[in-house]
């Protein structure tokens, strides 16, 4: 079985029940979340061998962290016990009109306050075949940019491939410390996924006549931002998410895979979303999923978009879905008969 | 007021708490279920006397079974107690792309492993007027075959009624074991009701060009399914359901009664679903209703599609509505108005 | 900051969990409101100061209700305590053809039963700017539609402006009750809320040809009936709302206000439903935070539509939102992306 | 199977979850319960024919409460619907030296506001053998001492047995109103359950030196206690609870009968409590079962005690548990040893 | 009436349901709390004007919590809005021989980051006659002991009683710091509450042959260790509570209060435990309550042992009883008789 | 670090919340449990390597069953699936005088109808320590004491230390059945565990004049009854849990280890049980927990009584403590004052 590895921040998600407001709640559904675990999590209900790397605080909050991700057959045996707190991510979901809401709690976590002597990346990479991370990762700031490229360096001498989720946190650092960092960071990588509003906030590569809040893209669009990431940083694929945001309650969904030369785009969705927080990650996940088996570009953009739309419809950050399910879906599943 | 039985089994129906999957679940929550038990239930709250037969546990899950059967209403005097087990069903429910799952844990139940002398079918249809079962009665194996066929002849010599909902189960048995039982039973049914992949599966009876996964039966092909079943069985009348299963989460649904001659459709609701499982059963207790009612055919299968579109929207396999909400559907209620 | 009073009934609001039906609930999730306490929480949480004034008994049922609405920021202190008991109502929430269900028991309570030593007027609206009521409150008997003429020519002795959502409910009185009270009082009100249904069950204003179930009424129907109502009862200003009720599920929602010469409508708004009851409550609250900030008419109705569309997704009688969120769907959110 | 009629009030039970306070419950748990009803779910569950007489609002409440009773094997035939509503109670549980509380919304029910023409007592006595009813029926008012009467008339006439529970409630009525009602009643009576507190409240009976509230009478004061009320009233038989207050937590329970010469004692037991509401009331229905199976008067007392005993540990006010289990402890059970 | 202030951190407490443990939970129970915060709302609950000063971050998490003490009557006006977070802790309830475990995760929280500028105590203390803080604000670090000063300074000056809670937590400060602060800042304490724990943990100050872990201090240890702090710092009184553990389900629990000659103790209460978090600061509020209503120091004490013995019994923080439920408690209640 | 390994079934458990009976249940909380299962899983939370062996249904109810295993850190990598379901037990808590109920529905599990070559022992005993097995494993029926010879000799010739909890289930098998297996499996055992109870079950070994019931056994009496299963069967140890059942909530607790030649009884412990289900397993695990440990008996007895008396604290069959919290309680916490 190939290996993967991804780093970087786990949280606490704290919800209220249902359609509850934070300011209703009189308690918070917990779970655990953040997106290169998420990723991790994915990969491994896929039944890949996926390690995820972090550190996590030395109580019951941070060994439930860990339990968790174990119960998922996640490789935790990597993972670094120290440091003062798991951060914290309460989530208050939206419904129609009603946008869902993010209140981060996580400066001063573990991970965040972690120094290069934690992590030894000749051990943590052994045998691995793949290594992901986001832009989250860097955007923690204290070491987390240097540890980020000791990590690719680590990773590129070992002749691992690399995959990076451009995910822009502006509440994180500004556009001016993402680029620098980013910049840097995509010399070691050779899979990007981006979407077009973090490509420009990031980089400034957008695509001509762009309208991003409307979700309003041409496919030309796509392929243009996609072909001008792949130059800027010799990229051997980027791959797009493509969210259209008709509420809270519905979005379409697709992807697109740009392998350098040709775009393909996966078929679109129309989704009743029950959590979208992970699409993304769960996205990512497919991809590497499908490059590691070998999977043509199309194939692979298929995958990834349809583990991604189930991952729409399931609580939580971790899409907990099968191959099999995925398989189904891509293969014209999707009406929602019952599985008797 | 007219009598019914319905002959057949009923389980413990586990299900995670909202869209919960069976892989993160803490909890069940617990409900009974059963295509002829579910009959019984919409019956009796559509004010019938509605007796259902089976045999349960002597243990406090099947007395819990029985109990809730009677707070709904249904007779359940002539359940026999014994035997080892309530069969189980666990059901994950889907939304959107992602389908709803039901694994069975039913083998070795109480019904299942009953025999003949469990039942004195005299006693039983005393004074009753319609007698109804499924397909699934007979699946169960072991004695359940002969004893359906004991009840059916005992049913004809006092000039009951009786209905059969086809069901076909894969999982209990094979099409060939299906269609011999069914065709010997089919012999004493007046009323069928099916669905065209059931009669496809069990009898082989399909009607030309059609696509049952898109759920794309043209009107004439449902017609040429119900003729060729009342031919080959003699049958009074047929009813189809019809549902187009565009996702989980939302379906189209109506229904057709043949009357032997001339084919009556429903009008078609499109159904945001609360809860699918049981749409199937409602139906049938909304047809078994009217037709007891003397309703024409076309009112009969109104009130079938309507009662049946109300079961979509409630939670459990029970259809727990009134009369008068079924006839505030059929005439043209389904806006949503609140009740005040 | 400018002060409003709001006057009337609220009640403890039971609904079982979720989509539950009331005949199938073991728990009631509890929560308070009542049309004019449903205002003044709105009114609190867009910071105004907000106070409501009732009748309560002097148990823990009404202190909790009291101490709910101070929760949210309602000023309490002109509540008065005594009587026998909190009205009730129950809550039975529908999905698609299914309606939503309410069943009243709030005879007996102890404002219905107050008298008009309960509440002094003059204090009550020192340094208030605007009172508002709703067509339940006289509605309740007893006293209360005497108490409501003593307190509007208070109010307008205090040049205090007065509005009132027309809120028929036939359950409490008759057409001809209604009529006659609700005439009376309207010669002080300034601003009347209505909607096409309730101005034709009161005062037999309509517009020609209106099919109200189907909320088929054309644009200059509602014009029509703003006219009317402003000329027969020398109204500043009425603002009506327009309900699309495709379904329990699914409406259409938008508003209009006519100055008296003028007609603004909003734009539409297509929701998905998470509980739809204080709706009206929302919009008019709306409504009077837009005025009493000097909004245009159409700004102001703009505002009232979105505060009301917002108040779909939350559940409980009280719509718990922000101005910044209403301002933001005004200016073109509502597409329902996270806010990170 | 010998036959018994309960007649009373039957209200709707909201208790916060677990220990919560009333002013801190965002819901309620939702039973129902009643002295009479309480009664009547006990004879069932010990498998005797047990019909209950109340009148309960024809809607969704009042048939929940109907299909609660019949899902505990109540006979309901002769319930009534009418009337404007179901009572209430809100219950909050106590704990250690923090007592439970209990505040009624019982005013204005359907059974309170019954009338004679309501209940056709020849019917309703057809083939019965035990009559019971408690001190709460007569103190609704309105029409209920002299429905009461009729009751006992007609039962008297038919022989059969009538037992009556004293169970005074202040807030219903005056000791005058009281004694005078009961007082009547009595002469009906054949078997009288009582406490010492009741008797003095309602007769002005009590023992020399009692001390109430710390349950401290003596075996000689409850002797005398009810050896006076069976002089007074002519009674058969005298049973009376004998509960040690020790805290919310933890009491001590025991029986006391009195059969006109002897007085039988059960054991004392000391119970970690989960739910002491209906203790009194599955005593009398443990009590009414043994007389009626013909136990000997020191079975009878034991086997009431030990009934209760398990009440007390079971959530709601209806005692559900079997024959089987209150025999195992009369005989000597209740070490919680796990029945596997 | 007569106002207080309180000062301090107030936290979101996190709580797995029931008795499952953290590494167990899937929801957390959340609610507030604090020592001074749990001081104010007692206050409030017992109609006080109680107003508790702080700062909150300016998000939906702070504002939840301002609305949560605003619920239970505190003025919350003077509550200051900035800074970053919401501290936090996980409380794991402990039962029989397993300990509550709390894990504290307060670290730069809005309070413990907050400068002098955020608090203008000549305003706060405007008609204000107490005022009381704990140990644990200056403990915060930070500015919080300079804060702590100027507060006591200024109320010093306007003659406000002050009183202070040792409350020692290790966590936070070692014994050298905290001596340092506390020495400083009980100079201006008029009533110090604290237990012989943290007398001796703080001030070095002990009974000789105390045997702390056992709880078995004589009645003369107590009286030496109060007449020594009385006597260190020149309080006028000192209030010592005394828990007996005997188990985290059972404790015994007591009250002194030596009054600079004479040391007055409560009667003992046995508790049955639902949540001892909260005791210590619900027995100063009951302090503070009855010294500035001119209680004896012997009524004082008992009321603030019932007081705090009843919080024992609540879930939460908060203390949320009546005046009438102490007062009662002090009159020789708690024997859990149902109050109806 | 040493390994062990566990050999026999585990079950879903379904049990109502709180202290609500089966038959009011409306859910179920989900866990998992079984006797060698719940040993694996405090092995494992005492942080040895512990692997379970058993088979599951390849659906998803076993991989949940696994993935919960897993996250408790217990080695699933032998677990071997296929077979037709889990085997589930419903178990309702009992109270005071209201015993525990457990129903079992095991009968036809993957694990029972296993087949000797599901399991290579020569693999799964690879660089094992300690082999653990219970009397549950071969009542299981079919192939099981087959199975389990095959086990126990594979690891004798491997040098593997055998423990054996006796556990003697009556609705499995007859004390015939029980005795010929067991007589014959303990010849190969070096530790067994048991109570006084089942030895007698079983073996028909008791002391003079033992009480099981009333748990009055002497001190003599349980020696007498170590030394003859020692003499018996060749053991080394014998262990002996001692249970004092006053009731369903409280219980003596305490242990007593006979070395061949000397007996230590551990402090006894009186408990406030949550839960005592699975209170035998964790005794084990800490018996063995401390033997391969090398704790002297004294050490071991006092470790695996301090372990199960904390496990009495916990919900489900898991006792999920660390070392730290048994060694606490060893030293003599208990007392339950907050870890802060």
Redesign the interface.
């Known amino acids: 079985m190939q290996k993967t590895v991804t780093f970087g921040e786990i949280m606490l998600r704290?919800q209220p029940?249902?359609?509850?407001?934070?300011?209703?709640?009189?308690?918070?559904?917990?779970?655990f979340g953040g997106g290169e675990a998420n990723v991790a999590v994915s990969l491994a209900t896929l039944d890949m061998n996926a390690a995820f790397v972090t550190k996590l605080p030395d109580?019951?909050?941070g060994?439930?962290c860990r339990?968790?991700l174990?119960?998922?057959?996640v490789d935790t045996g990597k993972i670094v016990f120290g440091g003062?707190?798991?951060g914290?991510y309460?989530c208050?979901k939206?419904?129609?009109?009603?946008?869902?809401?993010?209140?981060?709690?996580r400066?001063?976590s573990s991970v965040a306050m972690s120094s290069s002597e934690d992590y030894d990346w000749n051990s943590i990479f052994e045998g691995v075949d793949w290594f992901h991370f986001t832009g989250i990762t860097p955007a923690l700031g204290g070491n987390m940019p240097e540890i980020c490229e000791q990590a690719c360096k680590a990773a590129k001498q070992k002749g691992i491939t690399i995959s990076c989720d451009l995910n822009y946190?502006?509440?994180l650092w500004s556009r001016e410390e993402a680029k620098k960092s980013m910049s840097n960071l995509c010399q070691y990588v050779d899979v990007l996924i981006a979407n077009e509003e973090d490509s420009e906030s990031v980089f400034g590569i957008s695509a001509p006549n762009s309208n991003i809040?409307?979700?309003e893209l041409s496919k030309e669009g796509y392929i243009s931002v996609a072909k001008q990431l792949c130059d800027t940083f010799k990229l051997k694929k980027v791959a797009i998410t493509l969210r259209k945001?008709?509420?809270?309650?519905?979005?379409g969904w697709s992807g697109m895979l740009f392998d350098g030369k040709n775009a393909f785009f996966s078929k679109e969705?129309t989704?009743?979303?029950?959590d979208?927080?992970g699409g993304g990650d769960s996205f990512g996940a497919g991809l590497i999923y499908s490059l590691l088996n070998d999977k043509s570009s199309s194939e692979a953009i298929e995958f990834a978009a349809a583990a991604s739309?189930?991952k729409?419809?399931?609580?939580?950050d971790f899409n907990?879905?099968t191959k099999a399910?995925v398989e189904a879906?891509v293969k014209g599943?999707?009406?929602?008969?019952?599985?008797?």
């Open positions: 704290l029940p249902s359609y509850e407001r934070i300011l209703q709640a009189k308690s918070f559904d917990a779970t109580n019951m909050i060994i439930s339990n968790e174990r119960k998922w057959g003062d707190r798991l914290i309460y208050e939206g419904a129609s009109q009603r946008a869902s809401n993010v209140i981060y709690d400066a001063g946190r502006k509440k809040e409307g979700g945001s008709y509420s809270a309650s519905i979005n969705y989704i009743n979303i029950v979208r927080v739309c189930i729409h419809t399931i609580e939580g907990i879905c399910e879906l599943g999707g009406n929602g008969r019952v599985n008797r």
